[in-house]
């Protein structure tokens, strides 16, 4: 069974960094992809950054290219462990994030994703 725990969010001041972490228990597809997600209030769910756990191929979302690195450590013998550096942080960065992963090729859609977590929040202040 799969169990993704997210932690490391927080309040910050805009132009601050936090990192995210996410911690991928029984989750062993070498050709699939994980990512992070966040939806603010009233907003649907939107796709951050994804990576594919094979190739390590990243993607981002237009809006934090630059600014956030998404990143994975499946080293022998680690927790496949899955982060997220967030640099000169913005309000509209403000959301719950969330940790998720499929078998499959990376997508930006929610909807193929099979695995969440419960979600961290992040509250980014002018």
């Known amino acids: 069974q799969v169990q993704l725990v997210e932690s490391g969010g927080g309040s910050v001041q805009a132009g601050g960094s936090l990192r995210l972490s996410c911690a991928a228990s029984?989750?062993?597809?070498?050709?699939?992809?994980m990512g992070w997600f966040r939806q603010a209030p009233g907003k649907e769910r939107e796709g951050v950054a994804v990576i594919s756990t094979g190739g390590g191929n990243t993607f981002y979302l237009n809006s934090v290219k630059g600014r956030f690195t998404i990143s994975q450590d499946n080293a022998k013998n680690a927790k496949n462990t899955l982060y997220l550096q967030m640099n000169s942080l913005k309000p509209e960065d403000t959301g719950m994030y969330y940790c998720?992963?499929?078998?499959?090729?990376?997508?930006?859609?929610?909807?193929?994703?099979?695995?969440w977590g419960q979600g961290t929040q992040v509250t980014v202040s002018s």
């Open positions: 029984g989750y062993t597809y070498s050709r699939g992809c």
């Open positions: 998720a992963a499929v078998s499959g090729s990376c997508s930006w859609s929610p909807h193929d994703f099979s695995y």
